[in-house]
């Protein structure tokens, strides 16, 4: 069965400085796809970063890059001036390619908080 | 109204009470789902709906009942809820099911 692992309750950073998320996964499988989600206090969550397993090259998105190491099934997000509005509980998902359910399988979390 | 929607946002219910959650796409979607987030838990899988059909059942209660009328709405019925059934219960959907997934905004509920 495949588990994703956040490794890092609570982090928090100071506004402008980078700060990297940590995301490991089991999985036996080869295709498959990988997220990071945004739910800021009550609010929506939504979607920061996508990654397809059989793409080399790391995904990224404005000030969102993802460091991908499929041989150590690690996928960590790197916000980059971070910025108070990142504040937010941040989730890593694995996503089976082969299975076609459109299952996700969440991480417990990550709590970020960008201070002032 | 935009995205995906759930109604009611809060929900207080006791245990012997029946309730409906709702939740409607404005996307196109083909493919939606039912999320449990419980305090210090990671979120959950309940079920997913393909084309109006369930396709997964993650080995949920019977207490639970989802219904699919159409691929924009799919609701959950419940009834003779636990209080460990509190939690904020999310929707989302997805153009097919390898596609990304668009969250609702949930709704708290509260079985007393």
């Known amino acids: 069965a495949q588990t994703v692992t956040q490794s890092q309750p609570e982090m928090s950073v100071q506004e402008a400085e980078t700060v990297t998320l940590s995301c490991t996964y089991d999985?036996?499988?080869?295709?498959?796809?990988l997220f990071w989600y945004k739910q800021p206090p009550s609010r929506q969550m939504i979607l920061v970063i996508r990654?397809?397993?059989?793409?080399?090259q790391n995904a990224t998105e404005n000030r969102f890059s993802v460091n991908f190491q499929k041989a150590a099934k690690s996928f960590s997000l790197k916000i980059s001036d971070s910025q108070l509005g990142d504040t937010a509980m941040y989730f890593c998902a694995f996503m089976s390619f082969n299975r076609n359910t459109g299952k996700l399988i969440f991480g417990q979390g990550t709590t970020l908080q960008v201070k002032p | 109204e935009t995205g995906v929607t759930q109604t009611p946002r809060h929900l207080v219910m006791g245990m012997t009470n029946k309730k409906s959650l709702k939740c409607e796409q404005h996307?196109?979607?083909?493919?939606m789902y039912w999320y449990k987030q419980s305090a210090k838990k990671p979120l959950e899988l309940m079920f997913v709906?393909?084309?109006?059909?369930?396709?997964e059942n993650n080995s949920v209660p019977s207490r639970f009942s989802p219904e699919c009328p159409n691929s924009s709405h799919l609701f959950l019925h419940l009834h003779t809820l636990q209080p460990e059934d509190s939690a904020l219960y999310l929707c989302a959907s997805s153009q097919e099911s390898r596609d990304t997934q668009y969250f609702g905004p949930g709704t708290r509920l509260t079985v007393l």
């Open positions: 990654q397809e397993a059989y793409k080399q």
């Open positions: 996307l196109g979607h083909n493919a």
């Open positions: 999985t036996s499988e080869n295709n498959y796809y």
């Open positions: 709906y393909n084309f109006k059909e369930q396709t």
